[in-house]
């Protein structure tokens, strides 16, 4: 693989990079015309390219080949958080999601919430940089914040899906790698700092949302984030 590699949605449809990645392949790597690249599209396909025109606003690529397409796994992962008060901790909380793999990530406020707004475009940044400095090929999509009820709603239980929250209660629940039914798409719901409202958690309950435990310890919520998405893959493995 090319050491330059470049997020490029629609390599096969548009022969050149985005504003940010052409300044950051003219000004900051300060490559020239003929010089190797590797593309990611961020639905699992990887490509070689020669730089045609390099440009500050717009820097082309010619001679584009299709090097691997990534095969989509028979599960994924969806994690619902409410986001934190410091959001360099849900910044880096979607960083290393991403790093481990994962197909969405989508925010929602509820009685016990910190915050009411998040930089989407900010999160975004952060998943591309973090596929490129990864070998997931996969992109994940970021959800602007919506209430909890939202999801609570629209999310449907079927025979592909499983829904499921993290839940503290004594006596503690099953942990989530024995609640896990293989090859789902798991959408896994992890409450604020302060933890879903007693309300909240007999509302999801009610609903059929499956309660799990993410071990012995009281996680913060961005750790929770991890460890639900890494407790999935390692059932997988």
Known sequence: MSKYIFYAPNPTS???????????????????SGDQINLLD?????????????DSKKTTF??????????????Q?????????????MEWMVEKCCEFG?????FFHSRNSERKEIKLNRLEKIAVSALKQSKNLYLPE?????????????????????????HISDPPVENLSKQLIQNKSYHVLIGPE?????TESADLLRANWTPCSLGKSILRTETACIAATMGIHMVHE
């Not at 994962?102 to 989508?106: L, Q, S, Y």
């Not at 302060?194 to 007693?198: I, M």
Request: hydrophobic fraction near 35%; glycine fraction near 6%; proline fraction near 5%.
């Open 14 to 32: 548009e022969n050149r990079l985005s504003e940010e990645e052409s300044f950051h392949a003219s000004r900051v790597l300060r490559l020239k």
């Open 42 to 54: 961020g639905q699992g396909g990887r490509y070689a390219a020669l730089l045609d025109q390099v």
């Open 62 to 75: 010619t001679q584009l080949s299709l090097l691997e397409k990534q095969a989509i796994i028979p599960y």
């Open 77 to 89: 992962i969806h994690i619902y958080v409410a986001p934190t008060k410091q959001m360099e901790r």
């Open 102 to 106: 994962i197909h969405g990530i989508h």
């Open 142 to 166: 970021i959800s602007p914040i919506k209430p909890l009820s939202t999801y609570m709603d629209s999310l449907v239980e079927s025979a592909s899906t499983q829904r499921l929250f993290a």
């Open 194 to 198: 302060g933890d879903f409202t007693p």
